[in-house]
T-cell receptor, first 115, second 112 residues
Framework: DADVTQTPRNRITKTGKRIMLECSQTKGHDRMYWYRQDPGLGLRLIYYSFDVKDINKGEISDGYSVSRQAQAKFSLSLESAIPNQTALYFC??????????????FGEGSRLTVL | SQKIEQNSEALNIQEGKTATLTCNYT??????LQWYRQDPGRGPVFLLLIRENEKEKRKERLKVTFDTTLKQSLFHITASQPADSATYLC???????????FGAGTRLFVKA
């Protein structure tokens, strides 16, 4: 089984719908992240969490919210999806030891299409 | 403004040659820089990390250099193989920010 699991892997939805992307990890890491990837733009940070009670906005948090339900679970919600949120979404984790974020471990991605 | 720039054009090389990818950054003072590999439809996979006080790091056929004066990192794959074909992402950690910021990546094609 993958260390970082994302569900769903693919989702097609309509404008205005609420969508939740879920991430769970078995690595025992405290730090979890949600990134969005668009062609030519690279990975952009949406939200990150350093423990269950810690939530921080990244570069592009507008239109998104997150919930850290447990150390191992971090979900991303789009309250009212819009077409420009069509993208590939990645969850990642990292160890809390050492400086900065250190090595990131990514899930396989969730491809979201908003029609 | 802050930028991380990687060559957007794909790099095509012949098997056995050395591939060199470039990462330039502006208006950052990173504590360290990382390189990741990403295959189509997959999540990025960590390759190497180099700290600001290190000039060079090696791992098997991979070598990374980090020049904080030029604000540049070079990523080398020696004796390249078709299996090395992928997109390579440069990422840096903002000092004290605890966030990893990524470049858009460079696509590498290694022909047999």
């Amino acid at each position: 089984d993958a260390d970082v699991t994302q569900t769903p892997r693919n989702r097609i939805t309509k404008t205005g719908k609420r969508i939740m992307l879920e991430c769970s990890q078995t690595k025992g890491h405290d730090r979890m992240y949600w990134y969005r990837q668009d062609p030519g733009l690279g990975l952009r940070l949406i939200y990150y969490s350093f423990d269950v009670k810690d939530i921080n906005k990244g570069e592009i948090s507008d239109g998104y919210s997150v919930s850290r339900q447990a150390q191992a679970k971090f979900s991303l919600s789009l309250e009212s999806a819009i077409p420009n949120q069509t993208a590939l979404y990645f969850c990642a984790t990292s160890d809390s030891t050492g400086i900065g974020t250190g090595e990131l471990f990514f899930g396989e991605g969730s491809r979201l299409t908003v029609l | 403004s802050q930028k991380i720039e990687q060559n957007s054009e794909a790099l095509n090389i012949q098997e056995g040659k050395t591939a060199t990818l470039t990462c330039n950054y502006t208006n950052y003072s990173p504590a360290y820089l990382q390189w990741y590999r990403q295959d189509p439809g997959r999540g990025p996979v960590f390759l190497l990390l180099i700290r600001e006080n290190e000039k060079e790091k090696r791992k098997e056929r991979l070598k990374v250099t980090f020049d904080t004066t030029l604000k540049q990192s070079l990523f080398h794959i020696t004796a390249s193989q078709p299996a090395d074909s992928a997109t390579y992402l440069c990422a840096l950690d903002t000092r004290g920010g605890f966030k990893t910021i990524f470049g858009a990546g460079t696509r590498l094609f290694v022909k047999a």
